[in-house]
T-cell receptor, first 116, second 115 residues
């Protein structure tokens, strides 16, 4: 069965510092990979996704993630964070389930806390 | 505006009283799904649907039912709610491609409390 592991439950960082949120997944076949962001008291929004092609994908607000097939990882990075980036970030993988349908599994989340 | 609409936003109910949480999307998405979010556990998939009349179990389907009679609607039914179903529920929809879900649009969530 597929699984998604987010290695850090909380990441505190100072404003303008770089950050990396780590994500590893287990799957034996090709997958689609996603990062979602949840701001306090809100629903989830798609931040970026890897479907195929270039292994480096970017969002409009400066985040990027790199698909590494050999390490089964999809880490999220930003070179300089802002206070407004404080949120919970979820890594997810879409994969074919045992019955042929497509399941999407989420990690437990990483809470990014940006300090002034 | 493209969106997923869930109702109600908040619901407090008693053990055993049947309830339905509605979900509707206006983007003609094939794929719809329900998740519950609990602290420290992330989002866990309850049920999903790849098209009309096609539904399948996620990882935590016990105690829940769904139906997909129309493409836009995907209601979640709790026939006999119990306190362990107290949670934050999200409906989501997406296009479906060869490799799977193309990226979700989420509803605003339904906070359910079962007493």
């Amino acid at each position: 069965a597929q699984s998604v592991t987010q290695l850090d439950s909380q990441v505190p960082v100072f404003e303008e510092a770089p950050v990396e949120l780590r994500c590893n997944y287990s799957s034996s076949v090709s997958v689609y990979l996603f990062w979602y962001v949840q701001y306090p008291n809100q629903g989830l929004q798609l931040l970026l996704k890897y479907l195929s092609g270039s292994t480096l994908v970017k969002s409009i607000n400066g985040f990027e993630a790199e698909f590494n097939k050999s390490q089964t990882s999809f880490h999220l990075r930003k070179p300089s964070v802002h206070i407004s980036d404080t949120a919970e970030y979820f890594c997810a993988v879409s994969d074919q389930g045992d019955t042929g349908g497509f399941k999407t599994i989420f990690g437990a989340g990483t809470r990014l806390f940006v300090k002034a | 505006e493209a969106q997923v609409t869930q109702n109600p936003r908040y619901l407090i109910t008693v053990t055993g009283k049947k309830l339905t949480v509605t979900c509707s999307q206006n983007m003609n998405h094939e794929y719809m799904s329900w998740y519950r979010q609990d602290p420290g556990l992330g989002l866990r998939q309850i049920y999903y649907s790849m098209n009309v009349e096609v539904t399948d179990k996620g990882d935590v389907p016990e105690g829940y039912k769904v139906s997909r009679k129309e493409k836009r609607n995907f209601p979640l039914i709790l026939e006999s709610p119990s306190p362990n179903q107290t949670s934050l529920y999200f409906c989501a929809s997406s296009l479906l491609r060869t490799g799977g879900n193309y990226g979700y649009t989420f509803g605003s969530g339904t906070r359910l409390t079962v007493v």
